[in-house]
Nanobody, 121 residues
């Protein structure tokens, strides 16, 4: 019923930038918070940033000042602008969204399939 599709990952040199996108599609009535998480090899998935429908944001300390999360509610899309990338930012990045499906009474968290970000010289 609902699908989240990420794009924009890839290989970048330290100090470089990437912009991730995540578009939600399907039988969507409303979306609350949206967010980005990441998982590096051998580590647990961790929060990167979240954004409410009204635009309030929250960031992990490790990315504050370097990453910016934003969203386009009309397009059901969330973005992650990543600047000054470091090798420690290498991970699979996942988006998620708290979605009310048409005909449902409850919001449900949906996840994308993930996109690889590799920061290396």
């Amino acid at each position: 019923q609902v699908q989240l599709v990420e794009s924009g990952g890839g290989l970048v040199q330290p100090g470089g930038s990437l912009r991730l996108s995540c578009a939600a599609s399907g039988s969507i009535f409303s979306i609350n918070a949206m967010g980005w998480y990441r998982q590096a090899p051998g580590k647990q998935r961790e929060l990167v940033a979240t954004i409410t429908r009204g635009g309030n944001t929250n960031y992990a300390d490790s990315v504050k000042g370097r990453f910016t999360i934003s969203r386009d509610n009309a397009k059901n899309t969330v973005y992650l602008q990543m600047n000054s990338l470091k090798p420690d930012d290498t991970a699979v990045y996942y988006c998620n969204a708290d979605i009310l499906v048409r005909g449902s009474y409850y919001y449900t968290i949906y996840w994308g399939q993930g996109t690889q970000v590799t920061v290396s010289s």
